[in-house]
T-cell receptor, first 114, second 116 residues
Framework: SQTIHQWPATLVQPVGSPLSLECTVE??????LYWYRQAAGRGLQLLFY??????ISSEVPQNLSASRPQDRQFILSSKKLLLSDSGFYLC?????????????FGPGTRLTVL | AQKVTQAQTEISVVEKEDVTLDCVYETRDTTYYLFWYKQPPSGELVFLIR??????QNEISGRYSWNFQKSTSSFNFTITASQVVDSAVYFCALSGFFSGNTPLVFGKGTRLSVIA
């Protein structure tokens, strides 16, 4: 069966510090991978998605970047965090099959920028 | 453009009551998929159901049921005999027929509180 891991689970960082959040998927090959952010009291905002190694699509211009160095690894980064980067970050995976692409989510990382 | 509207921001019910969460969507695609996810206090989104636009049959899974009506572009979710463990934020989502680069569009979610 497939599992998805995210770490760390929680993170408190000062403004201006760098960020690296990691997401890995097990039990599947060539998944689509996604990063979402959920700000307090708000819905889900898609940040990045990737259909393959080195292929990253950005949905909104922002202070963050994503990379996919391996097939089942997706990393969210920032060089200098802003207060507005605080939120709950969710990674998701899916496998395209017959035009259907159900996304399954990881446990999330709660980021607080002070 | 695709859009999902969950007009109910928050709902409170007493345990054992039935509750319906509304979802209205907009899309120009003729083939599309609809989803419901549950987000308990722990934060992880849990996949509940997926329906395709060709299948308007209602679905029941235990205390959960879903009513898909293409004529009104709605995909409502009903919990029968609600329990405290049903307390969560519920998201409705929409996707097109994937070509590998069409992500999900989520509604803003409905927070359900079930009171003992």
């Amino acid at each position: 069966s497939q599992t998805i891991h995210q770490w760390p689970a929680t993170l408190v960082q000062p403004v201006g510090s760098p960020l690296s959040l990691e997401c890995t998927v097990e039990g599947t090959s060539n998944p689509n991978l996604y990063w979402y952010r959920q700000a307090a009291g708000r819905g889900l905002q898609l940040l990045f998605y990737s259909v393959g190694i080195g292929q990253i699509s950005s949905e909104v211009p922002q202070n963050l970047s994503a990379s996919r160095p391996q097939d089942r690894q997706f990393i969210l980064s920032s060089k200098k965090l802003l207060l507005s980067d605080s939120g709950f970050y969710l990674c998701a995976w899916s496998v395209l099959a017959g035009g259907l692409d159900t996304q399954y989510f990881g446990p999330g990382t709660r980021l607080t920028v002070l | 453009a695709q859009k999902v509207t969950q007009a109910q921001t928050e709902i409170s019910v007493v345990e054992k009551e039935d509750v319906t969460l509304d979802c209205v969507y907009e899309t120009r695609d003729t083939t599309y998929y609809l989803f419901w996810y549950k987000q308990p206090p722990s934060g992880e989104l849990v996949f509940l159901i997926r329906r395709n636009s060709f299948d308007e049959q209602n679905e029941i899974s235990g205390r959960y049921s879903w009513n898909f009506q293409k004529s009104t572009s709605s995909f409502n979710f009903t919990i029968t005999a609600s329990q405290v463990v049903d307390s969560a934020v519920y998201f409705c989502a929409l996707s097109g027929f994937f070509s590998g680069n069409t992500p999900l569009v989520f509604g803003k979610g409905t927070r359900l509180s079930v009171i003992a």
